[in-house]
């Protein structure tokens, strides 16, 4: 069974300027989760989608990130303007709607200079 | 208050050791517990899972909960190189959200 997919694995960026990432879930998989992992600390659940609508996004800073999952499937994460404390390890995650088969992807690491 | 507490202090063990580990979390409501193995750049992986109070083994490794402490635990026996890693506590709140703590990494010494 294919893992959850992302892409780039490795990104740096000056402060201010923008980035996207993307994850490509199990395939049905109906959950779709973006944590972010900041060094030395456990993972932060930004946005959950249920299919393509947003079941959770209370933890999401709304004014620079944003998020979407068209037709159910893939996902992007985007961040503008990117800050310093943005850097981290962005994890997608997916999951069965009654939350089995709960798997990580490798993670995109972001780093803001 | 944090929903769930792990002290990130780094351990290291020699080969052959008994590893222990633990979290508390602050919500009576939460029903799921995990561990989580999280090796250098990768996501992490689900080590075990439990629902209910006692232990749970599987292999080398015993989850501990109890409910009435809100205290939950990780005994890894007869630790290998290969356990080195950093392991993440994990409680699975509504919606399937997952409140993980802040992790230990692990270094297991030949």
């Known amino acids: 069974e294919a893992g959850v997919a992302q892409s780039p694995r490795y990104k740096i960026i000056e402060k201010r300027q923008s980035v996207a990432f993307w994850c490509n879930p199990i395939s049905g998989h109906a959950t779709l989760y973006w944590y972010q992992q900041i060094l030395g600390q456990g993972p932060k659940l930004l946005i959950q989608f249920q299919n393509n609508g947003v079941v959770d996004d209370s933890q999401l800073p709304k004014d620079r990130f944003s998020a979407e999952r068209l037709k159910g499937v893939d996902s992007t994460l985007k961040i503008q303007p990117a800050k310093l404390e943005d850097s981290a390890v962005y994890l997608c995650?997916?999951?069965?709607?009654?939350?089995?088969?709960?798997?990580f992807g490798s993670g995109t690491r972001l780093t803001v200079v | 208050q944090k929903e769930v507490e792990q002290d990130p202090g780094p351990l290291s063990v020699p080969e052959g050791a008994i590893v222990s580990l633990n979290c508390t979390y602050s919500n009576s409501a939460f029903q799921y517990f995990m561990w989580y193995r999280q090796y250098s750049r990768k996501g992490p992986e689900l080590l075990m899972y439990t629902y209910s109070s006692g232990n749970k083994e599987d292999g080398r490794f015993t989850a501990q909960v109890d409910k009435s402490s809100k205290y939950i635990s990780l005994f890894i026996r007869d630790s290998q190189p290969s356990d080195s890693a950093t392991y993440l506590c994990a409680i699975r709140g509504g919606n399937n959200r997952l409140a993980f703590g802040k992790g230990n990494q692990v270094v297991v010494i030949p």
């Open positions: 995650a997916s999951s069965l709607e009654t939350g089995l088969g709960y798997t």
